[in-house]
Each structure stands twice: as structure tokens, then as C-alpha cells.
């Protein structure tokens, strides 16, 4: 009990995140996961794939009832939906499904390495200046691929590179964080299976898992999560969302920070 409690203390954490600043969670979770997992000796050689198959289960779940109370105040944009999600989840299912060829070392530096990036990103990339408007299809599409890939590296649902992209392309930011919480939906859901396939005939995981998603860890944090996003939703709609955005990355920097130098 004590640890389905530390998952669902978790899901509470990246819910309401999901709300605020439209991200899935898997950026914060994965190391949690990771370290929750570690220190119950739980699938030792695939810890970071483990976490890594949950917390993408789980993105499909948070990001659901975060962008329901987004949607109802109408800060969705379905039409870039539309057009940014199908390269999303293709990218998102070819680097799931290869998770399983990937030492777990690797994987877990390549988290802190994107995490970093991202982190800097939030701290010191401000809000850019609307410049353009959204590319074409066909653009969108190859953009969409390159997000996918990288949120299938580290499970999250892509909301700090297409938060970014929205408003350099003048999208409010409002808007921006509920359609990257739709976005991150179908890339979820796909990069889910892809962790699912992944780990499906990997030995010494545990009997509750499917694949690389761990069942009993998932259902936990979805009934944390899904509780405090709606309330994450409606301060995003009241506070400036830049000074917390700051601090978010703060947290970033120390959870890869912890994730690098497990494994270096």
C-alpha cells in the first residue's frame, strides 16, 4: 500500500502539472518512476524502460481530463490537432518500439540529455514573438515526426517543443497548452502500445506488467492524476503561467541531474 500511495502522490503531482502547462507528465515521472522502482528492486535490469512504458500510459489518461476542462473553455485548437498529431504518432511508435534494442544506460542519458534541453528551453526561451504563420501539411507532418520521436525517447506527450512552436506561430498561450495536452493524447496512447510491444518477451519483468507498462504503478497514478488536473487547468487559466513555467524547469534540471548521475 505504501507504494501504490507514492504512485498516486505522483499522478496528483503530474496531473496538476498537465493541467497548468499542458505537458503529459512523462518528463517529471520518469525519474520519480525510476527511483520508486529502484529502490523496490522491481525488474532491476529494465527499471528505466519500466518506467518509461508507464508514465507513456499513463499521458493518455492525464491528458484526457486535462484537455476536457481545456476544451470546455475552449482553449483547444482541433484543427492543428489535426494536422500535427499523425507525424506525432508515427515518430512516437518508431522509437517505442525500438526502446527494447536500447541499453537501458543509454536511455536513461538520453532522457537527461532531452530533459536538459527542454529545461533550458522553458528557462530562458521566454515566450517567442509571433514570426509566421503554422507551416503546411506536409511540414507540419515531418515536424511532427521529429516531436513524436523524441516524446517516444522519453515518454512525454511533447508539450515543451509544440508549446513553443504554437507561439512562435502566434497561437495564445492558452490555447497553445490545451491543444498540446490534445496533441499529446494520440502520441501517448500509440507509444504506449510501442512499449507495450517492446518489453512483450522481455524476461524478469514483473507479472503485473504488460510489456513495459506496469499495471499496478499505471492505476495509481491515473486516479491521481486525473484529480488534480482540472484544478491545474483552472489556475492556468488565472496565473502567470511564464514564472511557473520557470519553475517547472528548475524541477526539470534536478530530476535529469538525479537520472544522469545514476547512470553515468
Known amino acids: 500500500m505504501t507504494w501504490l500511495a507514492a504512485y498516486a502522490a505522483a499522478g496528483a503531482l503530474v496531473g496538476f502539472l498537465a493541467g497548468l502547462l499542458g505537458i503529459g507528465g512523462g518528463l517529471t515521472l520518469v525519474p520519480i518512476l525510476s527511483a520508486l522502482f529502484a529502490a523496490q528492486d522491481l525488474a532491476p535490469s529494465h527499471s528505466v524502460h519500466l518506467a518509461l512504458g508507464t508514465a507513456m500510459a499513463q499521458i493518455v489518461f492525464t491528458s484526457s481530463a486535462s484537455v476536457r476542462?481545456?476544451?470546455?473553455?475552449?482553449?483547444?485548437?482541433?484543427?492543428?490537432?489535426?494536422?500535427?498529431?499523425?507525424?506525432?504518432?508515427?515518430?512516437?511508435l518508431l522509437s517505442t518500439l525500438a526502446s527494447g534494442?536500447?541499453?537501458?544506460?543509454?536511455?536513461?542519458?538520453?532522457?537527461?540529455?532531452?530533459?536538459?534541453?527542454?529545461?533550458?528551453?522553458?528557462?530562458?526561451?521566454?515566450r517567442p514573438t509571433a514570426a509566421r504563420p503554422l507551416p503546411g501539411a506536409a511540414a507540419l507532418f515531418a515536424i511532427g515526426i521529429l516531436i513524436g520521436v523524441v516524446c517516444g525517447l522519453v515518454s512525454a506527450g511533447g508539450a515543451f517543443m509544440t508549446v513553443p512552436l504554437m507561439l512562435y506561430c502566434g497561437v495564445p498561450l492558452v490555447t497553445a497548452i490545451g491543444t498540446a495536452a490534445a496533441l499529446g493524447i494520440p502520441t501517448a496512447a500509440i507509444g504506449a502500445l510501442g512499449f507495450v510491444a517492446s518489453g512483450w518477451r522481455i524476461d524478469g519483468l514483473p507479472s503485473a506488467s504488460l510489456g513495459f507498462v506496469y499495471?499496478?504503478?499505471?492505476?495509481?497514478?491515473?486516479?491521481?492524476?486525473?484529480?488534480?488536473?482540472p484544478l491545474g487547468v483552472r489556475l492556468a487559466h488565472r496565473l502567470p503561467v511564464a514564472?511557473?513555467?520557470?519553475?517547472?524547469?528548475?524541477?526539470?534540471?534536478?530530476?535529469?541531474?538525479?537520472?544522469?548521475?545514476?547512470?553515468?
Open 101 to 126: 534494442l536500447v541499453s537501458q544506460r543509454m536511455l536513461a542519458l538520453a532522457f537527461a540529455a532531452i530533459v536538459y534541453a527542454g529545461a533550458l528551453q522553458m528557462l530562458f526561451g521566454g
Open 215 to 229: 499495471l499496478p504503478a499505471l492505476a495509481a497514478l491515473v486516479a491521481g492524476s486525473v484529480t488534480t488536473a
Open 243 to 264: 514564472t511557473l513555467k520557470r519553475v517547472f524547469a528548475l524541477l526539470l534540471f534536478a530530476l535529469a541531474t538525479k537520472m544522469a548521475l545514476t547512470y553515468l
Open 69 to 92: 476542462a481545456h476544451h470546455q473553455r475552449r482553449a483547444v485548437d482541433w484543427h492543428i490537432v489535426q494536422r500535427l498529431a499523425p507525424g506525432m504518432v508515427l515518430g512516437s
